[in-house]
């Protein structure tokens, strides 16, 4: 057994786990509160450390401390089976996603898998179950409904998921998420491929479909982390709280959490998939003019290090940049109702995906690339 | 250490599986059921089968079973009450089925190779995605299409099948 | 290590659970489970076939995964419109008790 | 009669909604931009700022006992306000003056007279029906205690809070 190697990955999945998207999700949390309450002229939590800062240890005490309280007329097993089941997907997702180069030489990703995206996939399909098992098991009615509506939109919205990336996966030719980057190192973003060969004008034009691409991809993940304006399983003005209703204490937390976590590894996804990941092209005039400098881990001795730290500290900016759009649009677009919602998954954004995809297969088919 | 993998799957598969038939509640089934395709997907990866394994929770775990859930909790479906068996017919099922698993042995048994550990891969970091690909889409592309062509037709006949008030 | 023959096993008792979920089980959402794993141990010998009988080159036979994605694909399909059916059956009928539905034509 | 609302016929740029989208995203860029930069008058910030310098002459907050110049208690536990307080909230036990009190001629006086302020609704019904002009509504309204016997306020905290009223009718003076 190649014990280095399960030490580095241990050590990367201590890290990756609790060092960084743990607290990214309860600030996250945070950034909610503070971002709404400015966006409704309000000040939102700014009790507790300076600046409210220490408030998601707050709530973690609060929740942690509340009484564990389980209905009677509940179905005991999958009750407690359920805020389990909705946590556990949104964080096993993060293991494929390429979050920095290298640092001291290992790369920074815990399992680079050659089915990376559809990994990505089956595993955030999984985690309807969680909400559908909690619906069910509250024996009671909005709980209910909450589940039922969740399972057919995160079946509806699967498709346009899956359709809207196969454009990258032509272009590419690979699924493994690492060389989707490495291809956007050298050939420049997906939406805006401003290095490399970027005078070549049939860039600009594949463009147009990835812009596409990341718009629906953008939205049907939107619709499966059951954000606004397609939060229909939990809608509070229709079913009270939907499909946590009957829940509490620390069960509750580990569905807000979820979904939190879920949001940023779908924020991951995209920066990966359409933004480069954590490639971040400074710009460098030198001895031989204008040029993009890359900045990765190879480079030796500390700068190596520093470089490597770079990485990782661009890729989760990143994410953090797309979290607080994920938090603006919430808070300014009104909900959709249900069958706008399936008319919407069905018939737009599906057509749309379908027709991106020949579109883009033409581009690269037949224009020199 | 993969033998012992191979074990835990396998043994999760099947009790999972003798569960989805021994609940009385279908909700438990299908969940039981879900479970039991989890761990036949471990076991496809073991097989160095990533694609199909993934393919399989993509499918099965994230959509069909959740397609399940969905009908079960729609009729509203609830455990059975604890009929009265009949004793002739049941210890025939199980007899069946037991001589079916009979024979499945004895065949297995006499099999040439079937002593044989899984034979050392030329490239362990093979691609089986651009494998499966690439033959689906020169060898078998015209089978692909009509498959194409099945689900496309399943698409308008279910439509058809939910929309018809059946009398 | 773990031989074709115990894959092979393993997947004859997949085979043979599905096959008893049919013959005992009354509920048809039940069976139809069952016919899933049915299908889903052919699958599981299919894949171990792949792997055990290996290409000239050193490779998986990759004509038995290929069947295996088309048998998911059917089956996926099967179970679509197996379920809208069990859906009309049950708005005229009430059950999903196979014992009680026994006329072919109502 | 049914009345038929005619739905607007949406043109194209409506009916995609992107225009509308992104106008309403900017709308809540822009609060959020005058929030952040602290052009937008923020709401009071309660435990610092108080309302106590500007509140209202009509503000309603606790009832309370008041004495008269003279430092006499202006209640004669008549029970008046006992009987109208919607949520029960006041229990008076009225007791007799000893006649060579200084105010004696008024006869009776409020033994015990509490007020629950888990029940107080701050309605002012005690203050209106008071024919002796003993009880007043004032300004307090931050009413907190840790147990529930905190908050029952009883005789002398209400005349605490009460203090001494000028300038209302002063009958019981006239006919001495």
Known sequence: MDYYFIITTLMKIVGVVFLIILPMVSYTVYAERRVSALIQDRLGPNRVGPAGLLQPVADALKFILKEDFTPAHVNKFYYWLAPCLAMVPAIATIAVVPFGSTLFGVPMVIADINVGVLYVFAIASLGVYGIVIAGWASNSKYPFLGGVRSSSQMISYELSLGLAVIPIFILVGQLRLTEIVNYQIAHGWMIAPFIGDWLNPVKWLLAVPMLISFAVFTVAIFAETNRLPFDLPEAETELVGGYHTEYGSMKFALFFLGEYAAMITGAAIIVTLFLGGWHLPVPWWGAEGFQWLLINGDAPGWRGVLGGLFNIATFFAKVAVLLIVFIWVRWTLPRFRYDQLMRLGWVFFFEIALVNIFVAALIIAYLPL | MPALLFWIFAAAMLVFGAAVIINRNPVASALSLVISFLGLAALFMSLDAYFIGIIQVLVYGGAVMVLFLFIIMLLDLRAEKARRINMVAFAGGIAVALALFVQIYLVVSQLRGANATAPALADPAADDVRGVGLLLFESYNLPFQIIAVLVLVVTIGVIVLSKRELR | MATLGHYLLVSGLLFTIGFAGVLLRRNIIIIFMSLELMLNAANLSLVAFSRFRLTAEGLPNYNAQVFVFFIITVAAAEVAIGLAIIVALYRARQTTNVEDITALKF | ?176
Not at chain 4, 116 to 130: F, L, Q
Not at chain 4, 135 to 163: C, N, P, Q, S, W
């Open chain 4, 1 to 176: 009669m049914a009345i038929t609302v005619s739905r607007p016929k949406l043109n194209w740029k409506e009916r995609i909604y992107l225009p509308a989208i992104l106008s309403g995203m900017a709308i809540t860029l822009r609060h959020f931009k005058n929030m952040l930069f602290g052009r937008t008058k923020v709401t009071m910030q309660y435990p610092e700022e108080k309302w106590d310098a500007h509140m209202p002459e009509h503000y309603r907050g606790a009832p309370a006992l008041v004495r008269d110049t003279a430092g006499r208690i202006r209640c004669v536990a008549c029970q008046l306000c006992e009987f109208i307080c919607p949520p029960r909230a006041i229990k008076i036990i009225p007791g007799e003056l000893p006649s060579d009190d200084k105010f004696a001629k008024v006869e009776k006086y409020p033994n015990e007279f509490d007020i629950d302020m888990i029940r107080c609704i701050y309605c002012g019904m005690c203050e209106e029906v008071c024919p002796e002009q003993a009880i007043f509504l004032r300004k307090d309204y931050a009413i907190t205690g840790f147990t529930r016997a905190d908050m029952v306020h009883d005789k002398e905290k209400l005349l605490e809070i009460g203090g001494v009223m000028e300038g209302v009718v002063l009958k019981w003076n006239e006919k001495k």
